[in-house]
């Protein structure tokens, strides 16, 4: 059964904690996305990679790290220095030209 | 920098109701555009694309989507909406330039459908 999975589903942390949030995919894509979804914000970009090893900043990178080991992971820590790090993180990942993507079902993260 | 607005936040219509939903964007030069849907509690998935070609556009469950160049717009439309069409919509652009394959993203119009 092909398709991106993301886990857990549900995040809770303490504030002052790292935590990473898992994106795995089988659909032997190259590149994978991660955004996060805010009420009213829509999608904003946070990192993505067009190729294993590589990956670019999107535009709030600040406060999260990502790795690109494997093309079929791409793990995203929210950091201690990330200021407002509760939302619903999405993960995507995407074919070459013309460059449509394909969602996973999304973590909510909760730090108090 | 490319940007994309959509312009109602929240749209509630009874069913059988025409929809059209708007989008436009900033972006100049070629652009490949998307409309994605978000059902509750479901993932995001894609509605249609417009690549090349005819500019009109159909997708899954009815939807259309035309794209007008000279006025930067790529506008969702309906019919007659049905209760199961509630859901969050989101248009998202990728500037054709280089290798660049990131998406903008709309901020999304909430659409409600009553029965």
């Known amino acids: 059964d092909g398709g991106i999975t993301q886990s857990p589903k549900y995040l809770f942390r303490k504030e002052g904690q790292n935590v990473t949030l898992s994106c795995e995919q089988n659909l032997n894509h190259d590149a994978m996305y991660w955004y996060r979804q805010d009420p009213g914000q829509g999608l904003r970009l946070i990192y993505y990679s067009q190729i294993v090893n590589d990956f670019q900043k999107g535009d709030i990178a600040e406060g999260y790290s990502v790795s690109r080991e494997k093309k079929e992971s791409f793990p995203l820590t929210v950091t201690s220095a990330q200021k407002n790090p509760t939302a619903f993180y999405l993960c995507?990942?995407?074919?070459?030209?013309?460059?449509?993507?394909?969602f996973g079902p999304g973590t909510r993260l909760t730090v108090t | 920098a490319q940007s994309v607005s959509q312009h109602n936040h929240h749209v509630i219509l009874s069913e059988a109701a025409s929809l059209e939903l708007g989008c436009n964007y900033s972006y100049g030069g070629t652009v490949n555009l998307f409309w994605y849907v978000q059902y509750p509690g479901q993932h995001l998935q894609l509605l249609l694309k417009?690549?090349?070609?005819?500019?009109l556009v159909k997708g899954i469950k009815g939807f259309e989507a035309e794209f007008i160049k000279s006025k930067f717009s790529f506008n969702l439309r309906k019919p007659s909406v049905q209760w199961s069409d509630t859901a969050e919509y989101f248009c998202a652009v990728n500037e054709v330039s280089g290798a660049n394959s990131k998406l903008t993203f709309g901020k999304g119009i909430t659409l409600s459908v009553r029965p």
């Open positions: 417009y690549f090349s070609g005819d500019p």
């Open positions: 995507a990942s995407g074919i070459a030209r013309p460059y449509e993507q394909y």
